[in-house]
């Protein structure tokens, strides 16, 4: 059984950055391919970053050059660098291990970003 916690939201003002931090633990020797999901109020929850074992990345265009996506294979810890944010991008932000387009395991309680001023 594998356990996401996800942290690091917050408040921010428009233009403003935030990191993203997903932490797995359980009976798991690597975490594999890894996404970052988000879920907006009365919207279906999105792929917006995803990142392979060997570090490629691929990006919704909606954050493509704003968003970056990045690993720590040791700490089995995948972060997301969230810059000048949009009041758009506030949602409830997930991370999850993909078997290509498919998640893996149950979702974390995610982490909660809200932009405005």
């Known amino acids: 059984q594998v356990q996401l916690v996800e942290s690091g939201g917050g408040l921010v003002q428009p233009g403003g950055s935030l990191r993203l931090s997903c932490a797995a633990s359980?009976?798991?020797?690597?975490?594999?391919?890894m996404g970052w999901y988000r879920q907006a109020p009365g919207k279906e929850r999105e792929l917006v970053a995803s990142?392979?074992?060997?570090?490629?990345?691929d990006y919704a265009d909606s954050v493509k050059g704003r968003f970056t996506i990045s690993r720590d294979n040791a700490k089995k810890t995948v972060y997301l660098q969230l810059s000048s944010l949009k009041p758009e991008d506030t949602a409830d932000y997930y991370c999850n291990g993909l078997i290509g387009r498919t998640t893996r395991w149950a979702w974390g309680q995610g982490t909660q970003v809200t932009v405005s001023s």
């Open positions: 359980g009976s798991i020797f690597s975490i594999g391919p």
């Open positions: 990142i392979t074992s060997g570090g490629n990345t």
